[in-house]
């Protein structure tokens, strides 16, 4: 379990339109933060997340926009995933009723801010650092768990960020979690999760 992240007494277990109710506005009209409860990460490695995953794919991430989860105790971001390059894995393919190009694959994270009954409000996800729009990621995946085509969620918190070939894990206490990839060069852990599906 990861540990250790403070939270204020306001937590992502609450609805958020009973929060917005009960608070109302803010004065200076910012968000109000609303951090998640920090999840349960068990020590792994990362050639088993890549075994796990339904794909793993490099591509950049450009925010599309952020909205209320149906369960009303978070928001939720989604990201147009643009140049997917397949690592591991297969995206399925995906028809749709009209002809021309397939729907856009869409990941979808816990956080961003979004207006909830009048009201300017955050999800913080305690555990992973907040993804740069228009940065490149490498993205462990598995479907998401709202239907529709092409849309995915990240897979056991495995996100990272590529910068000059090198990977950067978003979990926080990713040491711990999965030795051995933090500031790792992209081609080697290309390599490592190459040989890990090779032999599953």
């Not at 998401?144 to 090198?166: C, K, M, N």
Request: charged residues 20%.
């Amino acid at each position: 379990m990861l540990s250790g992240t403070a939270l204020s007494p306001l937590t992502a277990s609450q609805n958020f339109p009973e929060l917005a109710r009960r608070l109302g506005p803010p004065p200076d009209g910012k968000p109000i933060p609303v951090p998640s409860s920090p999840g349960e990460y068990w020590r792994t490695t990362i050639e088993d997340v890549a075994r796990e995953a339904v794909v793993v794919l490099r591509a950049t991430l450009s925010r599309k926009y952020s909205y209320l989860a149906p369960s009303e105790d978070r928001i939720l971001t989604d990201y147009t995933m643009v140049n997917p390059q397949v690592i591991a894995g297969v995206l399925p393919v995906t028809t749709t009723e009209t002809t021309g190009a397939p729907p856009p694959l869409t990941l979808t994270v816990w956080g961003g801010e979004a207006i909830v009954e009048g009201v300017p409000m955050r999800s913080v996800n305690v555990d992973i650092e907040p993804i740069n729009d228009g940065g490149e990621y490498l993205l462990f995946l598995r479907p998401d768990r709202t239907p529709g085509p092409g849309r995915y969620e990240i897979y056991y918190g495995a996100i990272f960020e590529v910068s000059q070939e090198l990977v950067r894990p978003l979990l926080r206490n990713a040491r711990d979690i999965f030795s051995g990839t933090a500031d790792t060069r992209l081609t080697e852990l290309v390599a490592r999760i190459g040989k890990a599906r090779q032999v599953r």
